[in-house]
C-alpha cells in the first residue's frame, strides 16, 4: 500500500471563497446563504424503479409494539407487501408501515416488497424479538444543533415534515428527538416534567410522527438541572419543585429575565445529583406520550444512575433507546455496553476539521470491543448543512465539501448512530447528496454490525475496513494532509484472494474497476477529503482445490512523489 502527494490546484478553498460568507470571531466563516458545491455531489439520483433501503434487521422485546416503516426509493404511487409475517403483525400496504404486537421471543424472517409502475424489488428482514432493541444505528434528526434552546412544538414538527418532503425518510431516517429545551415543572398524574409552553401537546406530536412513520425522542439528565437549566430527574424536595422555575429567574430559552437579581439562577450549582429521584415517573410518562427515544445528558456518566433510568425504561412497557451523553468513560465500557443501547464516546462536536478528525480517528478505535447489535459507540451528531443553533445563530457548516465526505463516510464504517443537526427546511442539494446515498447508509446499517478497524494511520492518511454481511468489504481510503495524496493498495493488503475482486466507488455507485491477484489501484484523494469502496466478492466459503499463496504486504512508509514522477 502506498501514497505519494499531487502537486495540483486544489479547487476547494476556491469555492469557499466564491461562496457567500461573513467572519465572526466566535463562530469564524459563515455562509449565510448556501455554498454552491454542486460540482462536489458525487451520489446519483435515484432509480424510478422500487429500492428498499430500510434496515435489514429489527429488534422488538416481547409484547412491545413494533414500529418498523418500509423506505424505499422510486416513483409514487408505491405499495408494499411482505411474506412470512409473525402472528400479531400487520402491515399498511400504502404507507409501508409494520405495526402490532409479537409475544413469543424468536427470530422471524420476513421477505418485505415495494411496486411501483415501474417494477418491484424485495428486501429480507430478520425480526428479533429478544432482549435487544436497536440491532442497527440509529438514524434521525436532532434539534439542538440548528434550534438549541429555542426548539419548539412548530419547529420540531416542521422538521418532521421536511425530513419526509425532502425524501429523507425514504432512505432510513427515522428519529426526531427534541434535545434540552421543552421542559417545564412537574406534574399530572406521575408528577412527571411536564412540558412548557412552547410544546402544546407531547402526546399529539408523538402520534402525528407515528402517523407519519417516524418516531420521537426526548431529551433528559439525572442533575438537578439539564445544562440549558430545565428541570432535570432529579429534586433537592419531595415536591420535585426547582426555585428557579417557580420564580422564574429563566425564561423557556434558558435566559436569564432577571441579570441583576442577586437570587438569579447559575445553572452550574444545580448541575448536581438531588436527594430525590423521579426516575420511573418520568419514564411512565414518556412512554404514555409514545416517546422511542432518550437521550439522557451529564457528566461524567456513570454507572449508578445509568442503571436507575435504564431500570425505570425496562419497567414503563415500551421499546425506548436509551442514549447516554457525553463522555462516557472508557472505565465502564462493558457496563454501559450491557446498560444502554448508545454511548457518546466524546464531548460536543463542532463543524470545523479539528474536531471531526480528533472524534472521529483518534477516540473511537478504543471501543471497538464493545460494539455491535444493540451496543453502539456514539461518534456525536452530523454537522452538515446549516448549523450552529448552540449559539442561536445558525449559518452553514464550515466544513469543506470534502471535509463533510470524510465526516459522513467515518461515521458510516465506524456504524456510529447518525443524527442530522441542521435544518432540514433548508436543506441544500449537496447535504441532501450527503444524506441520501442508499449504498453509504447500507454500509452504517450493515446487520452485522461490526465497525470499521483502521489497518494504516499515520500522519498522512488513514485506511480503515469494515467487513460486511455478505463477506464483502467497505475501505475507506482518507487523507490527513492540506495536499492531494495519491493512495494504493491491493485486495490482499485485507486480506481478499479470489481470482477478481471488483472494486465499487460507493459515492458514485459505479463499479471503478476489476482487480487480479497481484493487481494494484490507486487514486487521488483531495485534502482532508475520502475515498470510499466496496469490494466484492468476500472469500468464498468453499473448499479451494488449489491456492496461490498468500504472503500479506508489509505497509511501506508514505512517500512523497509528485504526480509527474
Not at 400487520?90 to 404486537?101: A, I, N, Y
Not at 419547529?155 to 428519529?175: C, D, F, H, I, R
Not at 406530536?205 to 445544562?227: E, F
Not at 464531548?347 to 470545523?352: A, H, P, Q, V
Request: charge should be negative; hydrophobic fraction near 35%.
Amino acid at each position: 500500500m502506498k501514497i505519494r502527494t499531487v502537486l495540483a490546484v486544489v479547487l476547494t478553498m476556491a469555492v469557499f471563497v466564491a461562496s457567500a460568507q461573513k467572519r465572526d470571531d466566535n463562530v469564524g466563516i459563515k455562509h449565510l446563504t448556501p455554498p454552491d458545491y454542486s460540482a462536489y455531489i458525487l451520489t446519483p439520483p435515484p432509480p424510478a424503479t422500487p429500492r428498499i433501503n430500510s434496515a435489514k434487521v429489527f429488534g422488538v422485546r416481547p409484547g412491545a409494539e413494533i414500529l418498523y416503516t418500509i423506505a424505499a426509493t422510486g416513483e409514487r404511487p408505491m405499495s408494499f407487501s411482505a411474506t412470512n409475517l409473525p402472528e400479531g403483525v400487520r402491515l399498511d400496504s400504502k404507507t409501508g408501515r409494520l405495526s402490532g404486537v409479537i409475544k413469543e421471543r424468536g427470530e422471524y424472517a420476513v421477505v418485505l416488497k415495494a411496486t411501483n409502475a415501474k417494477g418491484s424489488n424485495e428486501r429480507n428482514l430478520k425480526i428479533v424479538v429478544g432482549d435487544d432493541i436497536a440491532l442497527t444505528p440509529p438514524m434521525g434528526w436532532n434539534s439542538w444543533n440548528c434550534w438549541g434552546p429555542t426548539v419548539s412544538q412548530e419547529k420540531v414538527l416542521s422538521s418532521a415534515q421536511a425530513l419526509v418532503e425532502q425524501g429523507l425518510a425514504n432512505y432510513g431516517w427515522t428519529y426526531i428527538n427534541i434535545d434540552d429545551g421543552w421542559q417545564g415543572k412537574r406534574g399530572g398524574k406521575y408528577n412527571a416534567v411536564q412540558p412548557n409552553d412552547k410544546f402544546s401537546d407531547m402526546k399529539a406530536l408523538a402520534d402525528k410522527l407515528h402517523s407519519m412513520g417516524l418516531k420521537l425522542g426526548i431529551y433528559s439528565g439525572p442533575w438537578v438541572s439539564t445544562y440549558a437549566g430545565h428541570a432535570g430527574v432529579h429534586s433537592d424536595n419531595a415536591e420535585g419543585t426547582y426555585p428557579w422555575i417557580e420564580e422564574g429567574w429563566c425564561d423557556e430559552n434558558s435566559r436569564m429575565t432577571l441579570p441583576d437579581d442577586p437570587k438569579r439562577f447559575i445553572r452550574r450549582r444545580y448541575w448536581r445529583h438531588g436527594e430525590y429521584s423521579w426516575a420511573t415517573a418520568d419514564a411512565k410518562q414518556w412512554a404514555e406520550w409514545g416517546v422511542d427515544y432518550l437521550k439522557y445528558d451529564w457528566k461524567p456518566n456513570d454507572k449508578y444512575f445509568t442503571r436507575e433510568m435504564k431500570e425505570a425504561l425496562d419497567g414503563c412497557g415500551r421499546d425506548i433507546v436509551y442514549s447516554l451523553s457525553n463522555t462516557a468513560p472508557f472505565a465502564d465500557a462493558y457496563a454501559f455496553r450491557e446498560l444502554a443501547q448508545c454511548w457518546r464516546t466524546t464531548g460536543d462536536i463542532r463543524d470545523t476539521w479539528a474536531s471531526i478528525s480528533t472524534i472521529g480517528f483518534y477516540q473511537q478505535d478504543r471501543w471497538a470491543a464493545f460494539h455491535g447489535p444493540g451496543h453502539w459507540g456514539d461518534a456525536d451528531m452530523l454537522v452538515v448543512g446549516m448549523v450552529g443553533g448552540w449559539r442561536s445563530n445558525p449559518y452553514y457548516s464550515r466544513l469543506t465539501p470534502d471535509e463533510q465526505y470524510t465526516h459522513i463516510t467515518l461515521w458510516a464504517l465506524l456504524a456510529s448512530p447518525m443524527l442530522i443537526g441542521c435544518d432540514l427546511a433548508k436543506l441544500d442539494d449537496f447535504t441532501r447528496s450527503l444524506l441520501c446515498n442508499f449504498e453509504v447508509n447500507d454500509i452504517l446499517q450493515d446487520p452485522l454490525g461490526m465497525r470499521a478497524m483502521p489497518f494504516y494511520k499515520d500522519a498522512q492518511h488513514a485506511i480503515y475496513v469494515k467487513i460486511l454481511e455478505n463477506n464483502d468489504l467497505a475501505v475507506g481510503l482518507f487523507n490527513l494532509t492540506e495536499e492531494p495524496l495519491v493512495i494504493e493498495f491491493e485486495p490482499r493488503d485485507f486480506g481478499l484472494w479470489e481470482n477478481a475482486i471488483t472494486v465499487r466507488d460507493v459515492w458514485r455507485q459505479q463499479v471503478v474497476t476489476h482487480l487480479y491477484p497481484g493487481s494494484a489501484h490507486e487514486t487521488e484523494v483531495a485534502p482532508h477529503g475520502c475515498v470510499l469502496y466496496r469490494l466484492s466478492p468476500g472469500n468464498s466459503d468453499n473448499r479451494q482445490l488449489s491456492q496461490t499463496h498468500y504472503f500479506p504486504r508489509p505497509h511501506a512508509a508514505p512517500q512523497k512523489v509528485s504526480k509527474a514522477e
